[in-house]
């Protein structure tokens, strides 16, 4: 566990120029220093060194940060902002509450067997007409999970997933692919694009059984205990030597499983470096680039560098002014009007040109924005890259 003296020499590398402010989300909506990326550094600081005490203000100001990190990317000083957020998350773990809706998604990202229960449950509760019988009944409000119902996508069951996927042409090595806690559930249409993209390109791939939850959503809701718990697990899955890289179909988990495995790679970076023959596809298509993919992981331009080689296709990236779509792991389950605020700036962007599918390569990004979408009976069709790829593949 961190202590208050490596928490001030972060906060204390902050030189409060300010640069960052302009960069973030929660301060362009509030115009509040508070609210502002020096003005939590400067909390924690105050904090750290004794001269502030733990209040619900002061909890809740640090709760309101999205960990974009659109401010680290913009600080010139290199401050190690996130690490200051969740190292501070962690000291205060057992003072922070979470609402019902948060406690299930944890739940449910770091238990295997929940994970299966709720693959059931959906089935039953999509497939038998539940569904709308509930939300006519407002029933997901009742019981407060009305936020996470909303985000719940028109659900296919899944196939079982197999360990491995030898590769369909000429061998040029093997991977792992990290499909994560929501990737078989909630988008196997992705984990399945993977599979026959990577294989088309000669990769063996690998999907260990043990593979578990990257640890992010525990690590910002400063459950530090559980985060290197599952980083263990992760660790351990993917021990084999011959991986040449291990692919994350995901921005959000791969951002944090670079932090403790070596060799994870987006798979649209990892993709990009091939060329592939492609079936035409006269269509428009948006990209929105997730937070974590620009801002942390850094390889956002892959996707335009891969979606370029789909023949005829019209590619139109959100300008890069475009903030954080609001979604930030469990952030919109606990601020609703950030998150539908921000939603709703990111969709009238996305809207301003007509196009019929939405990119986006992180799939908390992609079902919040999604719901939105669905929300204002729009048909625009929200995928990840390679699912497009895999769809156009000759
Ligand atoms: S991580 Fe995002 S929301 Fe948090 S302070 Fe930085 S820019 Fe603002
Ligand atoms: S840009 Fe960096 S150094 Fe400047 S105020 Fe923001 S966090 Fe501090």
Not at 17 to 43: D, F, K, M, V
Not at 214 to 240: I, P, R, V, Y
């Amino acid at each position: 566990m961190t202590n208050k003296k490596e928490l001030l020499a972060i906060a204390d590398s902050c030189v409060k120029c300010g640069i960052c402010s302009p960069h973030c989300p929660t301060y362009t909506h509030t115009q509040n220093e508070n609210e502002s990326p020096r003005g939590r550094i400067a909390l924690i600081q105050a904090w750290a060194g004794g001269n502030l005490n733990v209040t619900g203000n002061l909890l809740e100001h640090i709760d309101n940060c999205l960990l974009c990190r659109a401010c680290e990317k913009s600080c010139p000083a290199v401050v190690p902002y996130a690490k200051l957020i969740d190292d501070f998350r962690a000291e205060m773990h057992s003072e922070i509450s979470s609402p019902l809706s948060v406690k299930m998604v944890k739940n449910f990202a770091e238990n295997k067997r929940i994970q299966g229960w709720t693959k059931s449950l959906l089935t039953l509760y999509q497939q038998k007409n539940l569904q709308k019988t509930a939300r006519f009944l407002h029933l997901p409000q009742i019981l407060g999970l009305g936020k996470l119902e909303r985000l719940i996508p028109n659900f296919q069951e899944s196939q079982t997933l197999k360990n491995y996927y030898p590769a369909k042409n000429d061998v040029k090595g093997d991977v792992g692919l990290f499909i994560g806690c929501m990737g078989e559930l909630f988008d196997f249409e992705t984990v399945n694009a993977a599979i026959t993209v990577l294989t088309h390109s000669g990769f063996n791939v690998h999907l260990p059984e043990s593979q578990a939850c990257c640890g992010a959503l525990a690590l910002h809701e400063g459950d530090a205990k559980t985060a290197k718990n599952l980083a263990a697990q992760n660790q351990a899955a993917f021990t084999n030597e011959n991986l040449q890289a291990i692919i994350t179909i995901a921005s959000g988990c791969g951002s944090t499983l670079k932090d403790y495995a070596l060799k994870v790679v987006d798979i649209s970076y990892f993709l990009s470096q091939f060329e592939f023959d492609l079936k035409p596809l006269a269509t428009n298509i948006r990209v929105h680039s997730p937070c974590t993919l620009k801002n942390v992981l850094k390889t956002d331009k892959s996707v335009l560098t891969l979606l370029k080689q789909i023949p005829e296709a019209n590619i139109s990236v959100l300008p890069d002014t475009t903030q954080c779509c609001g979604a930030a792991g469990t952030y919109s389950l606990r601020h609703d009007n950030m998150a539908q605020t921000l939603l709703n700036e990111l969709l009238e962007t996305a809207l301003e040109k007509p196009a019929d599918y939405l990119v986006s390569s992180n799939i908390g990004c992609a079902l919040h924005i999604a719901a939105g979408l669905r929300e204002r009976g729009e048909n625009l069709q929200v995928v990840h890259p390679i699912v497009l790829i895999a769809q156009q593949l000759k």
